[in-house]
Each structure stands twice: as structure tokens, then as C-alpha cells.
């Protein structure tokens, strides 16, 4: 028989865990943090349901906002168009995307660099300059195009529509190139080796296996199209309004929690969006 | 038409950019031969297999499938199909998806891709494994799993690049005799691309042993081995001396006299002609020489007395280290009497007479 006895110098430490000032703080860091970034959110939604008609003191809990949200026509119609400029926007932006990102990682060319440089300055140039150059290459072309042929255009959804298409897709470009950088080339030989033509090979092998990125990428648009501002206020023209532009309108008009109402929804959509992309892309690695 | 030839390679070159990888290769692969490319990283072997299979093409020259000229058919127009060393399985499809991916391109009929997806696993013996995902099998399970891939199409012919490279030394050696003995069932042409010498000895109908760019040889693994036409095929395949020197007098069969260049006579077969005076090497397989205690029989050629320098033994063999002129001359004596006693091996420090029958050694000119 083996006799096993416990060491002597073998002391249980554990049970609690004590915790140092140290730590405390950072954990203080923490919720302050947090408050921080979504304190205000917390406001806006909460205050979209009180009767208060001010939206700025707590009188009590309605459903009130939501529901006059529904009869209000021109938010019912902004809303509509912001889901029919984001949802083109992303299908087209996405394409495009994916296309060039395929071309990025795949092919060495000339000018590859520069390109690749250009691509990404619609991410950092600020979008009121970008905003402003969309307005002046429209204003520019129709003009050309009514002195040259007589064709009389005007801004309105199929310009927002554009200009969305335009600023997303480099945003679709990195999301895509980064699942392409694992992406083993060897995987479309195999295909071409079994019968596959070049479609077949896209289509069943790497479409498939770059799929989230291409999905995450085209949530990124769509989002980014659904509460984008400034180039949408730029190239809409009159008439047609989007949705974050008819909130400013209201809101310049008159500040009530209707406004908090419409704003809490497109968060919530907002939130969804960027969950889903999440999801997906966590995907990926199972 | 093609009388029996799967693949013919006509002076073929592939040139990338300023590099010449494959350099006027002609070669002709038979119906239902296990024909092995061997050579060092970098002969070209490998590219020529991807031009066998249409991932690259040639710069010039004329590849042919079964009397087919192919040069610039694309890999998905070619009945030819490709094992990858990285094997390449498709990570998002089944074990069973994977192997009715060529079927399904092809518009075989549903019930046809079921039954030989199920023939093909049944023959790599996975034929539980049909719903697995790849990354649940092993790495022997995922390399069997892209032979019966490409397998099931029955091709022309089926191209392994180095397919065994990343398993283990046992495994290795288990699935090569169940290579081979697959090859010899299903009968197809297996073009087998390796590095390895002894896996292409133990697998291969023909070997072509290249370096550089070029075929140096054309052969079964007995005449790469016992006849190599050239000091690089007899240094790549097994082990060998060398031994330099001048050919000193011809006799008829190709026995030649060689003075070696510290001045011994030595006694060889001649390959290919050779004249007296000409600059040749020597090559003689390390258990193709002998050492014994008592001088051999007057007349016997090629007999020195030696000193041993250093043994090694390694239970089969006792490799043994003699010095022969300015050289160390490697031979193994086969350790066929089982005993403890140290006089039946060798000791460093000791003399005997190295010997070797002038058959034994090969008279190289390149």
C-alpha cells in the first residue's frame, strides 16, 4: 500500500479572493466608462416614453409617441425611402465590394499600391467634403448632360442611392479582403481539378467559404447607409426625404419625444444590424 | 493511336519570368503504370505535374492525354485529377460532399454520385465517415479522403503530389503499400510526384529521376538503382563512394582499368562507352563491397588492405568506415550470425582486405 500524506508546507489559500484597491479601481473605470458611452442612450430611449410633450421631465409611462409615430405620413414615407436607398446601396456596394477585394488579394498589377490607397481614403476623408464633391459632380453632370444631349436630371433617390454606394464600398472592401487573407488558393485549384469552371469554383468554394466576411460586409453598408447624415442631407435634393435628415427637420421645428421614439427604433435596427454581423463572422471560426 | 500511353511529354519548358523550371522534358507515361517524378526541391518535378493536370502551362513543347494534345486545356476540361499534398478538402462540405463535388460538376445523375461516393469511401475504407466534416478527421483519414475525391471520377489519370509528405514515418510506410496495392486495383495511371527515394523504390512500376529542370533518368527502381547513368542519380537514390579517376585500358563487356587519382587500380563496369584516357568516377554501393579478415584469393580485382576507422552499428548492418587511398570508404556487412561475441564484428583499428567484384562497381562519365 502507497501511503500519500499532504506536505506540511502545503497551505489551502483561496475560499475568498481578496480584492485589491487596485482592481477596485478598474472596475470603477469600467462602469464609468460604460455610463459614459451609453448614458445618453439610456436618456433617449427612457424619455420616448413619457407623456411629458416636452420629452425633458418624467410625468408618466404611454406608448403614446409610438404610436403617433405610425399616422405621421412623412415619417412613414423618410422611413421607406431609407430602407430602399440602404437596401440597393448594400446590394450593389456589395458586389462592387467583393469584386474588388477578390481583385486586390488576387492579382498583382500595375498601380496595385496606389490603388489599393485610394480605396481606403473614402474611410478617412471627412464625410462633409466627400458630401460636398457628390454634390458638385452631380450638379456637374446634369449640367453636361442637359447642354450636350437635352436630358434634364435631378437629384432626388437615385442620387442618395449613388453617393451611398459610393461611400460604402470601401468599408465592404476591408471587411471582405481581411476573410479573404486566410482563404486557401489551393481549395479553387482542387475545385477546377474536379470539373468546376471558374463560376462553378466561385459559386460552390469560395463564395461559400468567404461568405461571412461577405455578409458582415454588406451589414456594415447597409447600417452605414440607414443612419448616414451628411451626404444624404447633400444629395437628396428637395422633395424626397430620408429618414435621419426628417428627424433633423422635426427636430429643428420642435423637439418632442416622438423624435425619441422614431430615434429608439433606429437604434434598435441599428443594434440588430451590427449583432447579426457579429454572429456571423463569429461563425466563421467554428 | 496513343499505343498505350497515357501521357507524352514533348520537349516541354516552363520558364517563370527569367527561371527555368522545367527544361525540354520529354517523357512518355504508359496506361496503368505507377510512374514516380523523384528529384530535390526546386527539379521541376512538381511544376511538371501541374502542367500534367492544367494549372500552369507550357512556355513551349506539346503535352498529350491519351494522343490528346492538352497545352492549354483547362484543369476543368481535362479527365484528370490531381491529390494534393495539402490534400485541399473542402472545409465547408461533408467527407461524402467533398468526394461528389467532380460528380456533381459533371451533372451526374443523384443516384449514380450516391453509389460511387459510397464505392469510392468503401475503397479507402471511410466508409463510415461519410457525414464528417475534415477537420474531424485525422491527417492518414483527410489524404484518404482526397484519393477517393479523386478517385471517384474515374480519371485518365490521377496526379499525387507528394501526398504523403505530412504524415508520420509510419504511416507514411503503411500508406504507401496501400497506394500501391490501390493503384494496382483500380488499374488507373498514378503519376506520383516525391523527394523521397525510397518511397519511389518501394511504389513505382518507372521512376524519372530529375534535377534542374531536367529528366536524368528514365527507369524501374532495379535499374535507377543498379545502373544509374550519372553521378547525380547515384548519389540522389540510395548511398554510393565515388571515387575519381582515369580510365586506363578497356576491355570487351565494359570492364575497365581506372588509375584513381591517388594512384590505385581499380576495376569497374563500364554503361555507357568509355575510352582510355577519359575522365570517369567510380560508384560502389556500400553493401556491394566486402572486407574480410584473410587476404581473398590472388587475382581477385579491387582488393586493398585497409584499416578500419569507425563502425556504427545498426542492428541490421554493421556500417563500417574504411580508409581506402585518401578517402574513407563507406561498406555494411549484414549482421547475419546472432551472437554477443566482439570478435565476430569489426573494431576500429583493425586490417582487413576491402574487395569487390569489378561488376559491383559502376563506371560513371557524367
Known amino acids: 500500500m502507497v501511503d500519500i500524506q499532504t506536505p506540511p508546507s502545503v497551505r489551502v489559500v483561496g475560499g475568498e479572493r481578496r480584492r485589491s484597491p487596485g482592481s477596485l479601481a478598474l472596475g470603477a473605470h469600467a462602469m464609468l466608462t460604460l455610463a459614459f458611452l451609453y448614458a445618453p442612450i439610456v436618456v433617449l430611449v427612457l424619455f420616448s416614453f413619457t407623456r411629458d410633450s416636452f420629452g425633458v421631465r418624467w410625468t408618466g409611462f404611454t406608448f403614446d409617441w409610438y404610436v403617433r409615430l405610425l399616422a405621421d405620413q412623412r415619417l412613414l414615407t423618410a422611413a421607406m425611402n431609407t430602407l430602399i436607398v440602404a437596401l440597393i446601396s448594400t446590394i450593389v456596394s456589395t458586389i462592387i465590394g467583393t469584386m474588388t477585394a477578390m481583385a486586390m488579394e488576387r492579382y498583382r498589377f500595375r498601380g496595385r499600391t496606389g490603388f489599393d490607397a485610394l480605396l481606403y481614403l473614402p474611410i478617412v476623408i471627412p464625410e462633409i467634403v466627400m458630401a460636398l464633391a457628390l454634390l458638385a459632380f452631380f450638379a456637374f453632370s446634369f449640367g453636361l448632360l442637359e447642354t450636350l444631349f437635352g436630358i434634364r436630371l435631378q437629384f432626388g433617390l437615385a442620387t442618395v442611392t449613388i453617393s451611398h454606394i459610393a461611400f460604402t464600398i470601401s468599408f465592404v472592401v476591408v471587411v471582405v479582403r481581411a476573410s479573404l487573407k486566410g482563404f486557401d488558393m489551393r481549395l479553387e485549384e482542387a475545385a477546377q481539378d474536379l470539373g468546376a469552371n471558374e463560376w462553378q469554383t466561385f459559386r460552390y468554394i469560395t463564395l461559400p467559404l468567404i461568405m461571412p466576411g461577405v455578409i458582415g460586409g454588406a451589414l456594415l453598408a447597409f447600417t452605414l447607409s440607414l443612419d448616414d447624415f451628411v451626404i444624404t442631407f447633400f444629395t437628396t435634393g428637395s422633395g424626397v426625404s430620408l429618414l435621419p435628415v426628417e428627424v433633423y427637420g422635426q427636430v429643428k421645428r420642435a423637439i418632442t419625444p416622438k423624435i425619441n421614439a422614431i430615434s429608439t427604433l433606429m437604434l434598435l435596427v441599428s443594434i440588430t444590424l451590427v449583432f447579426l454581423s457579429q454572429f456571423v463572422q463569429r461563425r466563421r471560426e467554428i | ?366
Open chain 2, 1 to 366: 493511336m496513343n499505343n498505350g500511353i497515357a501521357v507524352d511529354l514533348r520537349n516541354v519548358v516552363k520558364r517563370f519570368a527569367d527561371v527555368c523550371a522545367v527544361d525540354h522534358i520529354s517523357m512518355q507515361i504508359r496506361d496503368g503504370e505507377f510512374f514516380s517524378m523523384l528529384g530535390p526541391s526546386g527539379c521541376g518535378k512538381t511544376t511538371t505535374l501541374r502542367m500534367i493536370a492544367g494549372f500552369e502551362f507550357p512556355t513551349s513543347g506539346e503535352i498529350f492525354l491519351h494522343g490528346r494534345s492538352v497545352g492549354t486545356t483547362p484543369p476543368f476540361r481535362r479527365n484528370v485529377n490531381t491529390v494534393f499534398q495539402s490534400y485541399a478538402l473542402f472545409p465547408h462540405m461533408t467527407v461524402a460532399e467533398n468526394v461528389a463535388f467532380g460528380l456533381r460538376m459533371k451533372k451526374t445523375p443523384p443516384a449514380d454520385i450516391a453509389r460511387r461516393v459510397t464505392e469510392a469511401l468503401e475503397l479507402v475504407r471511410l466508409g463510415d465517415y461519410a457525414t464528417r466534416r475534415p477537420r474531424q478527421l485525422s491527417g492518414g483519414q483527410q489524404q484518404r479522403v482526397a484519393l477517393a475525391r479523386a478517385l471517384v471520377n474515374h480519371p485518365e489519370v490521377l496526379l499525387l503530389d507528394e501526398p504523403l509528405g505530412a504524415l508520420d514515418l509510419k504511416l507514411r510506410k503503411e500508406m504507401q503499400l496501400e497506394l500501391k496495392s490501390l493503384q494496382e486495383r483500380v488499374g488507373i495511371t498514378f503519376i506520383y510526384v516525391t523527394h523521397d527515394q525510397e518511397e519511389a523504390l518501394t511504389m513505382s512500376d518507372r521512376i524519372a529521376v530529375m534535377n534542374a529542370g531536367r529528366v536524368l533518368q528514365i527507369g524501374t527502381p532495379t535499374e535507377i538503382y543498379e545502373r544509374p547513368v550519372c553521378r547525380f542519380v547515384a548519389d540522389f537514390i540510395g548511398e554510393t563512394n565515388f571515387i575519381e579517376g582515369r580510365v586506363e585500358s578497356v576491355e570487351p563487356g565494359g570492364i575497365a582499368t581506372i588509375i584513381s587519382d591517388d594512384g590505385l587500380t581499380l576495376r569497374g563496369q563500364a554503361i555507357r562507352p568509355v575510352a582510355p584516357g577519359a575522365n570517369v568516377t567510380l560508384s560502389i554501393r556500400p553493401e556491394k563491397a566486402f572486407l574480410s579478415v584473410q587476404p581473398p584469393p590472388p587475382g581477385t580485382p579491387n582488393c586493398h588492405q585497409v584499416r578500419v576507422e569507425r563502425i556504427a552499428y545498426i542492428g541490421s548492418d554493421t556500417r563500417i568506415d574504411v580508409r581506402l587511398g585518401v578517402r574513407l570508404f563507406d561498406l555494411w556487412e549484414q549482421n547475419s550470425r546472432s551472437t554477443l561475441d566482439r570478435d565476430a564484428y569489426w573494431q576500429p583499428g583493425e586490417t582487413g582486405y576491402l574487395w569487390w567484384p569489378a561488376e559491383n562497381a559502376i563506371i560513371l562519365t557524367e
